[in-house]
Structures are given as C-alpha cells and as structure tokens.
C-alpha cells in the first residue's frame, strides 16, 4: 500500500485549516474579537473546509476482504489525542474529546447513526445513551425523606478506550490494500455500579453505543486536535482516524465460528493473545504482497 502518498494527501489537507483558537489572535483589540471569523472566511470555511470524500467503491473492484474489531487503548502516549482534554471548564470550547465530540454530535443530531451493537441490528437514540452514561440513586428514601439523591455520570475522564470495526480490502483498480473505519465505539464503565464499594468492577470496560462512522464524518471533521507543532494548524478527529494515526490490537476479526473473539478461544494468557493479534496483521499485510506474487 502507497503510504507516503496517502500520508502526503493527508498533510495537505491538515495544512489548509486554521484553529479558531487562533482566528483573528493577531488582529484583535478586545478579547472578545478572537476567535471571531469575518464573513468572508466564513464563506470560505463553508465551502472548503470539509471531509474528505471518500471515492466510489465498485464491488467488483473488491478482491479480497477482511473486517476486524480493533482496541485502542488511551493509556498508551500515541492515542493520548483521543483522550484529552478531559476538563472542559479550562479549555477552549473548541478543543474536546472524541468522547465528548460523538455525544455533543448525538445531542444535536448531527449524528443519528447510532447502535446498541456493531452489526447496526438495534438502532438507539438519546434516551438509551443518557441510560448508560447516567445513573440517579437515592439515599435514605431520597430528598422527599430526608435523605439526598447522588448522580454519577460517565464522562471523558472514565472512558478506556475505542472499539474500532473497520474493514481491510484489495482494490484491483487501484492495486493496493486500503482500509475504511465503518464503526467507533467508546469503552467505559458500567455506570449502574460507578460509586458502589461492595461490586469492585473497575477495570472493566463495555461497549456503551457504537457509531456508524461516516455519517459522524462532518461532527469529527469540525472537532479539531491539538497539533504540538504548529498550533495554528491543528488536525481533525476526522483525519486521525482516516488515516490510523493510532496504535490497536486486533480483538476479534470476521471468522467461520460466528466472528468469535480473540480471547474466545485463547483464554487466561495474555501474551498468546497478543502474538495472535499480530498473526492476523501480518495474515493482512502479507496479502497485499501475496497479490503480487505469480
């Protein structure tokens, strides 16, 4: 697979924006004027800050498939963007997390794909989500006894990680190996137990709702990432995800025996499970080259 000219389309793009933070810095005589865009980069904003648009795939263009659920862990320093900033009191309102970004987008319904599942089976709204993301207790009879009602929430800071499914194809036309990110799914707490001493449930994560990735394409491309070196040109969610800048573990891949996991059938040793995650990257990469042996 060409890397160093998908990377290169990718830089292009990135270097095109400029972060709100940063509109009108230089310009400004008040403070309320930064981050204030006159209507002409208003007008231009609108018409050429937009994702990507992904090419037509023809199924006939299709050699060879293979789809597979990733894990991406955001204790690890790579996938640290996704994670922060998890304080939103002290941030520009322009900076958020991808959690905060997917459930900011499902609030507003600018993202309506929604499911309980990665086979987009049960389609979930807002309701479903604010059940598993919050959760109300009353102590001692609650207030109308004397008592008080405790709220516990599942926020930035508890979310673990991403599930990711997305699906690695040979493109005969093209004559490469591409991937395309088809569903993201935020990993945290089971908030029913968050606060309760006698269930001791914290490190484990679930699957809270799952996201139909390109229709969240436009609410991941206006959320910008910080960019360490050069802040006046920070990157989208959009394209980060695009183009993989994050390091996974393969946990489950499409499979005769109903898609079982990794840790299904490998179980109580960790290090097995790892070195198989990596024999089915390997199974991937090797088939591109496997396509050009005669």
Known sequence: MNWKRFYMVITAVATTYVGTAQVNL????????????????????????????????????????????????LNQKINLPYYYPIDTV???????????????????????????????????????????????????????QGGYTDEYFVKSEHIKGYLIKGIWYFDKRQGELKYRMLAISPMGPDVQVMG?????????????????FPDAREVLHESKVFNPKNSAHPISYDNLLNA?????????????????????????????????????????RDREMDMWNY
């Open 26 to 73: 230089l310009n400004a005589n008040k403070v309320e004027e930064i981050g204030v865009k006159s209507q002409q980069e208003i007008e231009l904003d609108a018409a050429a800050d937009k994702p990507l648009p992904y090419g037509y795939i023809s199924d006939r263009d299709v050699l060879w498939s293979k789809v597979v659920w990733e894990y991406v862990d």
């Open 90 to 144: 002290n941030t520009s309102n322009t900076r958020r997390s991808l959690f905060d970004t997917l459930l900011k987008g499902i609030k507003t319904g600018k993202i309506t794909e929604v499911y309980q599942d990665s086979y987009f089976t049960t389609k979930i709204g807002m309701k479903e989500i604010e059940e598993m993301t919050k959760s109300t207790r009353e102590i001692d009879g609650g207030e109308e």
């Open 196 to 212: 309760v001493e006698e269930i001791d449930d914290k490190d484990s994560v679930y699957e809270l709702f799952w996201v139909f």
């Open 244 to 284: 993989r800048r994050f390091n996974a573990t393969v946990v489950k891949e499409e499979n005769l025996y109903g898609d079982r996991k990794i840790a299904d059938y490998i179980r109580g040793n960790s290090l097995f499970q790892l070195l198989e995650a990596d024999r089915i990257k390997e199974g991937i």
